[in-house]
């Protein structure tokens, strides 16, 4: 703690307050008896009342705060605020650990990495939360500072390996979407125009497997071999639910079964192994690990599965893609297969991929009416909820800070729910 | 040594002879004098002369014999068929750690795997050859047995280990091929189809991605850092050389060094980086590891310029794929570079990348009317040389098995300059 120990120890007091004033422990009882809904419409009041007094109430603002905890007098602690500073450290780091002297190259690899195409940053979020959930000290407030030793240079500091799981993840995280956005002839991500249609789909391809590389020359410096292997087995995860998604039989495309399945390897293995591997790099043991490994899962099941309802409710500006995009590239997801239930005449159209004229619209207009979008959102909400508990169900620790960072993961598995975008 | 004991002693024995009665010690002498182009056409003579003659004079031919290394009562050892029962147990194995339960999948992957579809399996056979070089004792015949260990199990022998290091530098080699057939449109390679022409670009990219993923589960479980780095930086040196070639400044494209840049990065890096591993596994110095990068550097370079040749003088029959393609894909190779000093005319065409009607056939007249193809040949035969160089440089050994891999990684240089095909 080389900087402002005493500005740390002032926070740790007021996160104590801020704990015990707040609703978090009431929270954690309505979690833990499983009404998530409930969860979920306290958290969305209480984010516009934090929205709404973030800017005036900060008791820490001049200079480098020990940490981005940074918590109005009243009010919630949002998850994404917890850790921005030292998501904005990992960020900029990312961005140099994938400089190359090679212009074209450096310009489409860091295409989605630079400030304001980054997205949520929802999976690093995720990963230094559980980081900090772990943990039996918080974290230095050296680690605010931008770790400017190359991918390759081996670091001994725990939180520094975790943050590197943080960009790694974003790094293959990246790849996959330049890789699919090629083979799906994509023309928007994240609001921008997709990579593939600014650069070309050779350009684009090289990018991903650049980006595969600095990835892997990152992990490799970690020197855990189970924590390689489990980023390894997520690349291959992510190729194989790309291609079951392609070479799906008749009955897997009517099968929700298969489509979960599939969206286990497109985007729940990535943060299951992701969470996990931070786990490991914490010291935790098999149990605690595969806890935070069944957290990621369960999360990235629900965050796909909304993603799915958005699809079908959200609108291009707000979701920065087109909407109904689905369907057009011939996918059935959850809401439809639920709606087929409903409306078996929907199984024609799923299985010629909504292919014939007018298929897209009427797709559309059976699943409106039908109760698919309610049960799409009624299965992400039971992964929600079986990630909040994996949550609980991690061992009690006295630590405040960890504390508040459970909640935050838990207060994520709600704004998955809540999303919008 | 479980298998055969007295077998292997009769081996040394018959090696210990043969190299005593044949021209090796001769043929290092005229190496180390750098007379290459001498020994160059010694092999040749030698080879034709082993051709013959190795179907019917083998010492041992019954069951496992203790290596492939089975010698002719008279003339060379072919680098090739010295380790060629361990390099097809390695490819057996190979092909069973890239099964996977997706069938497009498994059959995209395995395309260049298969019999017949393997290539002369060149880089495993100078990395096997490499492996034994460096080593004090001869391998055991338990290890030309398949490793049947999944991929991600840890192998503890150092051969194994090394056998891996073969597996994975083709899992790697496929994979680039796979992402620059779809990349380059390509049609045909190794005599058969490109994968992309047969299952399309979409499960090309895939397939390529699932290699680079199942040679990053098998890297890690090698549990060294540095070697998971020297072939983590393989990927990206493949994809650096990619984006050279396709983002070149017009300076660029009438540079020799530029172009022995990018064919370092695109072709020797694979070769350099794996040799080093190999050493690196075999528990030797720096020194040493340095070497054996430089021999694979060197090979490499010189079966580019080879193969830039081949594009020249080859036949379509001969290489498995069509002839001129360097000049139809709009790349100047080194005899074009070289030709270009002699009739200045080629830059203007190099420039426009060979697109204006008659520039292929003009191209190809004027490096067929200029020292071009003698001058590229000369390049390659000065890196073949450089290869046999830091071979004769590796510390004095006294094992005569690894003497006999030595003079065979020696006539590796010497068959990548004859080479036809």
């Known amino acids: 703690m080389r900087r402002a120990p005493q500005c740390l120890r002032l926070l740790g007091e007021c996160t104590r307050r801020s704990l015990l004033r707040d609703s978090t422990a009431e929270l954690r009882v309505v979690a833990a008896s499983a009404q998530h809904q409930q969860l979920i419409g306290a958290l969305e009041h209480r984010s516009s009342a934090a929205d709404h007094s973030s800017s005036s109430s900060r008791p820490f603002t001049g200079g480098h705060a020990a940490h981005a905890f940074v918590l109005p007098s009243f009010g919630p602690v949002d998850p994404f605020q917890l850790v921005k500073e030292e998501i904005d450290s990992v960020s900029e780091r990312l961005r140099r650990s994938i400089f190359t002297g090679i212009p074209t190259l450096r310009s489409a690899a860091q295409y989605f990495f630079k400030v304001g195409a980054e997205g949520k940053r929802f999976r690093p979020t995720m ?14 407030a050296d ?84 924590v390689i292997q489990l980023l390894s087995q997520v690349i291959e995860d992510l190729v194989t639910g790309e291609i079951l998604q392609m070479t799906s039989t008749e009955e897997d495309l009517l099968s929700l079964d298969h489509y979960v399945r599939k969206t286990f390897h497109k985007t729940a293995s990535l943060m299951a192994n992701s ?32 993603d799915d309802v958005l699809d079908f409710t959200g609108s291009t500006m707000q979701l920065g893609k087109p909407t109904l995009n689905d369907l057009r590239s011939g996918l059935a997801t959850a809401p439809v297969l639920y709606a087929a239930e409903e409306h078996p005449e929907l199984n024609t159209l799923i299985l010629r991929r909504f292919k014939s004229e007018g298929d897209v619209e009427r797709a559309q207009e059976l699943v409106f009416n039908s109760r698919g979008i309610q049960r799409a959102r009624d299965l992400a909400a039971q992964h929600a909820q079986l990630a909040a508990q994996a949550v609980q169900s991690l061992p009690t620790c006295s630590n405040d800070h960890a504390i508040m960072c459970r909640q935050a993961l838990t207060d994520i598995t709600a704004k998955v729910l809540a999303r919008k975008k």
Request: aromatic letters at 6%; proline letters at 3%; charged letters at 25%.
């Open 127 to 140: 990963l230094l939360l559980m980081a900090s959930s772990l943990s039996s000290v918080m974290p230095s």
């Open 143 to 226: 680690y605010l500072t931008v770790d400017d030793r190359p991918p390759n240079v081996h670091p001994a500091e725990e939180r520094r390996r975790q943050q590197r799981i943080a960009e790694i993840t974003e790094m293959i995280h990246v790849a996959s979407l330049l890789h699919d956005d090629v083979i799906d002839n994509a023309e928007m991500r994240r609001g921008l125009k997709a990579l593939n249609s600014v650069f070309g789909n050779k350009i684009a391809i090289l990018a991903g497997d650049f980006l595969l590389a600095r990835a892997s020359v990152s992990l490799a410096a970690l020197r855990d071999s189970e």
């Open 275 to 306: 969470c996990k591997a931070i786990a490991i790099l914490g010291g935790q043991d098999r149990e605690v690990a595969q806890l935070a490994w069944e957290y990621g899962r369960h999360v990235g099941l629900a965050f796909q599965f909304v």
